[in-house]
């Protein structure tokens, strides 16, 4: 709330994704380690409801599409690392 009311609502949008992402690092160290304790299902449908959310979009600008394109690559991501087959 300080930083929308200080900088503006882009800069405290961008600031908060910047935390969700280092947020995220430790789950994806833990998928990429050990990915067998992850639940598929459940990421995947977090997955498709990030798309689906994304389809809801009607006006295309960086303040309404910036935070659901960084969800789909987040749990795009988690895809990769629990779907991926490991050596």
């Known amino acids: 709330l300080a930083l929308w009311i200080i ?5 405290a949008l961008t600031m908060g994704i910047i935390t969700d992402f280092f ?8 998928m ?4 067998w304790t992850e639940n ?3 990421w995947t449908i977090g997955f498709f409801a990030n798309i689906l959310n994304m389809l ?3 006006r295309w600008v960086f303040e309404i599409v910036i935070y659901p ?3 789909v ?3 795009l991501l988690a895809m990769v690392l629990i779907w991926k087959p490991r050596k």
């Open 7 to 11: 900088f503006g609502p882009v800069i």
């Open 23 to 30: 947020g995220f690092l430790p789950t994806i160290r833990k």
């Open 32 to 35: 990429y380690r050990e990915p």
């Open 40 to 42: 598929k299902t459940s």
């Open 56 to 58: 809801a979009i009607e």
């Open 69 to 71: 394109v960084f969800m």
């Open 73 to 75: 690559g987040s749990y």
